[in-house]
């Protein structure tokens, strides 16, 4: 089974798509979208949704798996990726995915067995896990693949998880 892993974002998308075998994890493609702080708000979703799509196109993934967002300082910021969130469910809703959210205590549990892990444990385990040389770049990259993995972790619970 194919799994796209999200790490919502404006100015950085992390995406993960990854096979699930058993319990085997294999990485197939990771990166970031990417968008340009002086490009129009409205264009830069355009070009999130545009090649997430693509992303869908190429890969058939079953399955997205997307980060709840947690914020408690700044409302502005919460707001924009709140709403390029909505435009990556969006693509995937629009290609026929299943949706499911995860948290970060979710993701760290399913990823390390302890939901306060730090962020380099998470980030060596998905290193691990996928047999990777190093660990993926920007950060969101290796988010979206741990979002990724704790999806294929909980299928069979997964609709304690999907989106309602």
């Known amino acids: 089974m194919i799994i796209l892993g999200i790490d919502p974002g404006v100015a950085i998308v ?7 075998d058993g319990n085997k994890y ?5 990166g970031c979208i990417r ?10 979703l355009k070009i999130i949704y545009d090649e997430l799509s693509l992303l869908i196109d190429k890969y058939k993934p079953r399955d997205m798996a997307i980060e709840e967002i947690f914020f408690n300082k700044n409302a502005k ?3 924009k990726v709140g709403q390029a969130r909505g435009v990556e469910i969006l693509s995937a ?11 970060p205590l979710q993701i760290k549990q399913a990823i ?24 993926p770049k920007p950060d969101d990259v290796a988010d979206a693949l741990a979002v990724a993995i704790c999806h294929g972790s909980c299928l069979k619970f997964k609709d304690s998880f999907k989106m309602r």
């Open 77 to 79: 910021t919460a707001l």
């Open 112 to 135: 390390v067995g302890y939901g306060r892990a730090e962020k380099q444990q998470v980030q060596e385990m998905v290193r691990l896990l996928l047999n990777l040389k190093e660990i």
């Open 14 to 20: 992390g995406y993960g798509i990854i096979e699930l």
């Open 35 to 44: 968008t340009d702080s002086d490009i129009l708000f409205p264009d830069r």
């Open 26 to 30: 294999r990485a197939i493609d990771y």
């Open 93 to 103: 809703v629009n290609k026929g995915l299943e949706i499911y959210e995860y948290t």
